[in-house]
């Protein structure tokens, strides 16, 4: 299963309105290198306006931290976009952290109430030892970003099946956010049926909401139908496959 994080005001590649979250969490953890924040995510909204993100020191030495906030974005292209931004307040800045200790970041916002959410991610960065003079080696250095939205009062969680297309031996599709908040959708799955309705192929869609078609299975098929499950719901949508495409 494929499970991204759909945002109202965001690009995706060859669509329009997704935000992609990817996180490795344990237990509600994120774990780099020798150190791990928590939470994975933070949710501000008019109702709590500032939160606090907690970062461990794993390692058994002293560890330096640089904290950066950025405005998340997403380019068509699948890249992560990131703006400066004055929207969010934190403090500290710097961290020093002795083996086994753990500092919080408090994270607030300026914005008032917003009628579409916005996303940010806080980044915490691991910075050279102070003195490194008696350091061996290569010591790689770990930078960990963490989602922070901002949810309006009223949230809508609304999903649409967009653009349908075929070109190059590959079948493209849209996926929509028409509500104001980011979604989590459940499966996806692309069926291919022939013209009597017998179904030719199953497939998960790639990051890029493409699937690959080889020429043969392109002159027997019909119709497609992507289907998309969100918040319980199953949204589906035929496109019906024009025969010239097939000919090459």
């Given at each position: 299963m494929?499970?991204?994080s759909f945002c109202r005001q965001h690009a995706v590649p060859a669509i329009a309105t997704i935000l992609l979250c990817c996180v490795l969490a344990v237990a509600g953890m994120a774990r780099a290198g020798t150190f791990q924040v928590n939470p994975i995510r933070i949710t501000l909204s008019p109702q709590?306006?500032?939160?606090?993100?907690?970062v461990q020191?794993?390692?058994?030495?002293?560890?330096?931290?640089?904290?950066?906030?950025?405005?998340?974005?997403?380019?068509?292209?699948?890249?992560?976009?990131?703006?400066?931004?004055?929207?969010?307040?934190?403090y500290p800045k710097l961290l020093t952290i002795e083996p086994g200790d753990q500092r919080n970041i408090r994270i607030g916002t300026k914005q008032a109430a917003v009628s579409t959410e916005k996303s940010y991610r806080i980044f915490v960065e691991e910075l050279p030892p102070a003195d490194n003079t008696q350091q061996k080696g290569i010591r790689l250095l770990t930078k960990m970003g963490v989602p922070v939205f901002i949810q309006p009062i009223k949230q809508l969680v609304q999903a649409e099946l967009g653009e349908m297309k075929m070109g190059g031996n590959e079948f493209?599709?849209?996926?929509?956010?028409?509500?104001?908040?980011?979604?989590?959708?459940?499966?996806?799955r692309v069926l291919g049926k022939d013209i009597t309705s017998r179904i030719l192929l199953e497939r998960a869609p790639q990051r890029k909401f493409s699937i690959p078609i080889s020429p043969r299975e392109c002159k027997q098929l019909h119709d497609l139908t992507v289907e998309l499950e969100v918040e319980g719901k199953t949204l589906k949508q035929e496109f019906a496959v024009p025969a010239q495409v097939c000919q090459s």
């Amino acid at each position: 299963m494929h499970v991204w994080s759909f945002c109202r005001q965001h690009a995706v590649p060859a669509i329009a309105t997704i935000l992609l979250c990817c996180v490795l969490a344990v237990a509600g953890m994120a774990r780099a290198g020798t150190f791990q924040v928590n939470p994975i995510r933070i949710t501000l909204s008019p109702q709590s306006t500032s939160a606090l993100l907690a970062v461990q020191n794993d390692g058994s030495e002293t560890s330096r931290f640089q904290i950066g906030v950025f405005e998340w974005d997403q380019s068509a292209d699948g890249e992560m976009v990131l703006n400066p931004t004055e929207d969010l307040i934190f403090y500290p800045k710097l961290l020093t952290i002795e083996p086994g200790d753990q500092r919080n970041i408090r994270i607030g916002t300026k914005q008032a109430a917003v009628s579409t959410e916005k996303s940010y991610r806080i980044f915490v960065e691991e910075l050279p030892p102070a003195d490194n003079t008696q350091q061996k080696g290569i010591r790689l250095l770990t930078k960990m970003g963490v989602p922070v939205f901002i949810q309006p009062i009223k949230q809508l969680v609304q999903a649409e099946l967009g653009e349908m297309k075929m070109g190059g031996n590959e079948f493209f599709f849209e996926i929509k956010n028409t509500g104001n908040v980011h979604f989590f959708p459940g499966k996806i799955r692309v069926l291919g049926k022939d013209i009597t309705s017998r179904i030719l192929l199953e497939r998960a869609p790639q990051r890029k909401f493409s699937i690959p078609i080889s020429p043969r299975e392109c002159k027997q098929l019909h119709d497609l139908t992507v289907e998309l499950e969100v918040e319980g719901k199953t949204l589906k949508q035929e496109f019906a496959v024009p025969a010239q495409v097939c000919q090459s």
